[in-house]
C-alpha cells in the first residue's frame, strides 16, 4: 500500500518535523528532563535516538536492496553523537540531511532493507521515507510534550500516519491468535480504514463507501488515532470507540511473530 503523499512531499514533511523536534528542544531548560512518553529516557536520550536513527537509516538506504540488514553507521569521529547543546544541534541537523540526501539520491523505487516484510507495505525507499515521517513526527511529539508545549500531528503527516501504520505496523500473515475480527478507524477529517485480523493474518484496506458490520469502530481526529491507538502518547479516551472495546485492547497488545 502505497503513500497519498508522493515522495518530494515525504522528503519535505521529514525535513519539516525534524526541524519542528530541533526547536521544541532548544526551548528545554534542561537536557535531562524525562520524558513522559518514553518514561526511562531524558530528553538527550531522545534526541541520541533520533540522530543515530537517521544515520542507520541513511546508510541503510544508501547500501542499496543487497543490505541484508539494516546498516549501522560509525559511532566515532564526526558521526559520534555529542552531548554539548551546540554542537548536538549541528548533529542533529547533519542526521537529517544525511538521510534526505540518501533518500533523493536512491529514489521511491529503489529496493531496501526493511523489517516489514510480510507487511502491505513495500521494500522501497519511499516505504521508508514515509514510515521516517511518522516515527520523527510521534518523537516531535515527544519532545513538545516534553518540554510543555505538545502539538497535534499535521493533518497531513496524521492522514498518512492512519493508513501507514495499518499497512506497516498491523499488516502481516502470523495469525491473529483470537477470534476473527473487523476494526473501522474512521478520521473525523473525512477518511477511514478497515482492518481485518483473523487465522490468516491481518489486512487493511481504505474503508469503502458500503461495507458490512464490525466488531469495533474507532473515531477520532487522525492525529488522535496516531498518538493513541497506535503509538500510546494518548489515553485511549481521547478517542471514541463504539463496540468490542476487547477487540482494540487485544490489537494493542498483539505481538506478532
Do not use: K, N
Not at 512531499?9 to 520524558?35: C, Y
Not at 521515507?129 to 511518522?134: D, M, T, V
Request: contains cysteine; glycine residues 8%; negative net charge.
Amino acid at each position: 500500500m502505497t503513500s497519498e503523499l508522493e515522495f518530494p512531499d515525504l522528503l519535505r514533511l521529514i525535513d519539516e518535523r525534524s526541524r519542528a523536534f530541533r526547536s521544541a528542544v532548544w526551548t528545554a531548560a534542561s537536557l535531562d528532563v524525562p520524558v513522559p512518553t518514553c518514561p526511562e529516557w531524558s530528553l538527550l536520550d531522545l534526541v541520541h535516538h533520533l540522530g543515530e536513527g537517521r544515520r542507520s537509516w541513511a546508510a541503510t538506504v544508501a547500501a542499496g536492496p543487497a543490505a541484508t540488514s539494516r546498516v549501522r553507521p560509525p559511532s566515532d569521529g564526526d558521526a559520534a553523537a555529542p552531548s554539548e547543546p551546540d554542537a548536538l544541534d549541528g548533529w542533529l541537523a547533519a542526521s537529517t540531511r544525511q538521510l534526505l540526501d540518501a533518500l533523493r539520491e536512491a529514489g521511491p523505487e529503489r529496493g531496501c532493507w526493511t523489517w516489514w516484510g510480510d507487511s502491505q507495505s513495500p521494500g522501497t525507499c519511499g516505504a521508508v521515507a514515509r514510515h521516517q515521517l511518522q516515527e520523527i513526527a510521534v518523537h516531535t511529539y515527544d519532545a513538545q510534550l516534553t518540554v510543555g508545549t505538545p502539538r497535534p500531528l499535521p493533518d497531513a503527516v496524521a492522514l498518512d500516519g492512519v493508513e501507514e501504520f495499518l499497512s506497516t505496523c498491523c499488516a502481516t500473515t502470523s495469525p491473529w491468535p483470537h477470534e476473527p475480527a473487523v476494526v473501522d478507524y474512521a478520521a473525523t477529517e473525512g477518511r477511514s480504514w478497515r482492518l481485518w485480523v483473523s487465522a490468516d493474518g491481518a489486512r487493511t484496506a481504505p474503508l469503502p463507501e458500503t461495507a458490512g458490520p464490525v466488531d469495533a469502530r474507532v473515531t477520532g481526529t487522525a492525529s488522535e488515532i496516531v498518538l493513541a491507538a497506535f503509538y500510546g502518547r494518548r489515553p485511549l479516551e481521547a478517542l471514541t470507540i463504539e463496540g468490542d472495546r476487547e477487540v482494540i485492547d487485544r490489537l494493542i497488545a498483539w505481538e506478532p511473530e
